[in-house]
C-alpha cells in the first residue's frame, strides 16, 4: 500500500492521492477539487480491486451453500466482520452486524428495540444537531409508543448545551441518541460524558458514528456506548454497506427487525425462531460484495492512522476558517477547526448557498448545498440552508486555496 504508517506523523500526501483514480481527473475543463467527502468519501485503489475481485473470483451467496464458492464468500464476509470488530473495540463479533448503512443501523434500533421497550410516558433524548436519520426513526417510534421525544440544544457557537443535559435526564429517559460528530458543524461531541451521564439515570445510549468513523479513532469499549452506527461510504469503502454495534446481551434481548430468509433457526407455516447473533439481524441476502470489500477500506484507514487523518484534516479546516475570515457576509457555521472534524459550512448575507454550489462546480470545485438533512438545526440557526466545504485524508491546502479562491470569484459575480 503507497500510504504512511500509523506511527508516521506527517503523511504522505501525493502518495495518498496517488491511490484515488477519480481525483486525476477534470470537471469542466479544470482539475476536480472533491470536497464533499461528509456526503461520500472517495474509494481507493485497494478498495477498488477488492470490489472486483470479489465479483470475479468468489462471488456467491453467503452462509447459505455447500459448494466452494460460498464457502470462500462466508469466509471473506466473516473476515470483513472480525476487521470491522478489531475497528471499533468491540469484545465479538456477535456485537458487529451488517446494515445497509447508518440509516440502517438506527432503524433497527429504534423499530427493534424502541417497539419492544417503549411506551407512553416514556422519553427519548436526541439533540438539535442530529440528521434526520437519527431524528425521523425516533419520532416514528414515538408516535407508534406513545413516547416523547425531548432534545438537548445547540448553543451559539455550534457545541451541545451540556449544561442543560442533567436538566433532560430523568428516570422517564430511557435512550439518548446523539451523533459523535455534527454532519453540518462538524462539532466532535464528548461521548464518554453523554454516555456516562445517560447511563447514570438508566437510560441506553445510542451513537451516530457516520461523521466520525472516518476521521477519529474510535473505541466503543471505552465509550461504554450501547449502540453505535456508521456507514462504509463515508470512510472510503462500499456505498450500500453499513454496521451496527450493540453490547452482545442487549442484542440478544432484541426482537429481529426484519424477516426473511438467514435471519432464522426454525420456520413453521405460523411461527419462527430467530438465529442466534449476528445472523438473527441480517435477514435476506446481505451486500455481499461490498461487506467483504469493507475491510480493505478498513485495512486502508488504519495503516494511514486515524489520529493523522484527524489532525490532517483539523490543518485544513484551519486553513480555510484563515482564508474566508475577510469574506464580507461570510459566517462560518460551527466551533473552531480543533474542536471539530474537516467541515466547514457557512452562508453568504444575500446569496444562495445552492447559487454558490451550482457555480463554483464550473471552477472545478465539488461542495455541498441544502440542508444537509438536518432541518432542525438549520431552522435552530434561522437559516434554510448552508453552503459545505468537507475535507478528507485526501485533500491538500491547495485545494483550499483554489476552493476559496473560486469562492470569492463566485460572490463577485452573484454581487
Known amino acids: 500500500m503507497t500510504v504512511a504508517s500509523q506511527q508516521t506523523e506527517k503523511l504522505d500526501i501525493d502518495a495518498i492521492r496517488a491511490d484515488f483514480p477519480i481525483l486525476h481527473q477534470q470537471v469542466h475543463e479544470k482539475p476536480l477539487v472533491y470536497l464533499d467527502n461528509a456526503a461520500s468519501s472517495q474509494k481507493p485503489r485497494q478498495v477498488l480491486d477488492a470490489l472486483r475481485e470479489v465479483d470475479e473470483r468468489y462471488y456467491a451467496n453467503v452462509h447459505r451453500g455447500g459448494h466452494q464458492l ?3 464468500a462466508t469466509s471473506l464476509y466473516e473476515e470483513s466482520r472480525e476487521a470491522a470488530r478489531r ?3 468491540a469484545r465479538s463479533t ?37 440528521h434526520h436519520s437519527n431524528l425521523v426513526p425516533w419520532q416514528q417510534i414515538a408516535q407508534r409508543t406513545g413516547a416523547k421525544i425531548k432534545a438537548l440544544p445547540v448553543t451559539p457557537d455550534g457545541l451541545l448545551d451540556l449544561d442543560q443535559l442533567p436538566n433532560l435526564l430523568s428516570e422517564r429517559t430511557k435512550i439518548v441518541a446523539f451523533s459523535a460528530a455534527s ?13 456516562r451521564q445517560a447511563h447514570g439515570v438508566g437510560a441506553l445510549t445510542l451513537v451516530d458514528a457516520a461523521q466520525a468513523a472516518p476521521h477519529k479513532p474510535i473505541d466503543v469499549t471505552e465509550w461504554d456506548a450501547d449502540f453505535v452506527a456508521l456507514s462504509a461510504h463515508k470512510m472510503v469503502g462500499p456505498s450500500g454497506v453499513g454496521i451496527l454495534y450493540g453490547k452482545q446481551a442487549l442484542l440478544e434481548a432484541m426482537p429481529p427487525f426484519l424477516g426473511g430468509g438467514s435471519m432464522i433457526d426454525t420456520v413453521t407455516i405460523d411461527s419462527f425462531t430467530p438465529a442466534l447473533l449476528p445472523a438473527k439481524f441480517e435477514a435476506g441476502t446481505p451486500p455481499i460484495t461490498g461487506a467483504i470489500a469493507f475491510k480493505a477500506a478498513i485495512e486502508y484507514l488504519e495503516q494511514i492512522g486515524l489520529s493523522n487523518i484527524l489532525a490532517h484534516e483539523q490543518m485544513l479546516a484551519e486553513h480555510a476558517h484563515q482564508l474566508m475570515a475577510d469574506i464580507p457576509g461570510l459566517k462560518i457555521l460551527g466551533p473552531d477547526p480543533q474542536q471539530k472534524a474537516g467541515i466547514v459550512s457557512f452562508t453568504v448575507d444575500g446569496v444562495s448557498p445552492s447559487d454558490i454550489g451550482m457555480m463554483i462546480d464550473t471552477a472545478g470545485v465539488a461542495i455541498r448545498a441544502g440542508h444537509h438533512c438536518a432541518m432542525p438545526l438549520h431552522a435552530k440557526f434561522g437559516i434554510a440552508s448552508s453552503a459545505r466545504a468537507s475535507f478528507y485524508v485526501y485533500n491538500t491546502r491547495e485545494e483550499v486555496e483554489t476552493f476559496v479562491t473560486a469562492l470569492r470569484k463566485v460572490l463577485m459575480i452573484l454581487g
Do not use: C
Open 87 to 89: 475497528f471499533l473495540g
Open 94 to 130: 456477535k456485537e458487529v452486524i451488517f446494515t445497509y448503512g447508518t440509516t440502517s443501523s438506527i432503524n433497527t434500533v429504534a423499530h427493534a428495540w424502541g417497539g419492544a421497550n417503549l411506551s407512553a410516558g416514556d422519553e427519548i433524548l436526541l439533540t438539535e444537531m442530529e
Open 183 to 195: 454532519n453540518v458543524l462538524g462539532t466532535i461531541n464528548p461521548v464518554e460524558e453523554i454516555v
Open 70 to 72: 460460498s464457502n470462500e
